[in-house]
């Protein structure tokens, strides 16, 4: 059974850097795609980040702030996320695609107070 397993969530003050993780077990297969998204408060999931076809996406509201990278041979990946602001305050998922295939996380809270 396909699990993406994320980590790293946290309480931070407004300013400060967290780094999730999000590992993918229970394939031999590396992911196609892999994303974050987020669900704040009130609001609809959106995408964060992501990585298709080899290049980085970005929301504009994270552009230049987030970070995000793979490591392939350990079929995870990463969300350096700096300069935390409170509105980044969500449940953040990891979503990942084998073929057609999607897999999502548990998700993982992080909460930016002021």
């Known amino acids: 059974q396909v699990q993406l397993v994320e980590s790293g969530g946290g309480l931070v003050q407004a300013g400060g850097s967290l780094r999730l993780s999000c590992a993918a077990s229970?394939?031999?297969?590396?992911?196609?795609?892999m994303a974050w998204y987020r669900q704040r408060p009130g609001y609809q999931r959106e995408l964060v980040a992501a990585i298709i076809g080899g290049k980085n996406n970005y929301a504009d509201s994270v552009k230049g702030r987030f970070t995000i990278a793979r490591e392939n041979a350990k079929n995870t990946m990463y969300l350096q996320m700096n300069a935390l602001k409170p509105e980044d305050t969500a449940v953040y998922y990891c979503?990942?695609?084998?073929?057609?295939?999607?897999?999502w996380g548990q998700g993982t809270q992080v909460s930016v107070s002021s």
């Open positions: 229970g394939t031999r297969f590396i992911m196609h795609n």
């Open positions: 979503y990942g695609n084998i073929g057609s295939q999607t897999f």
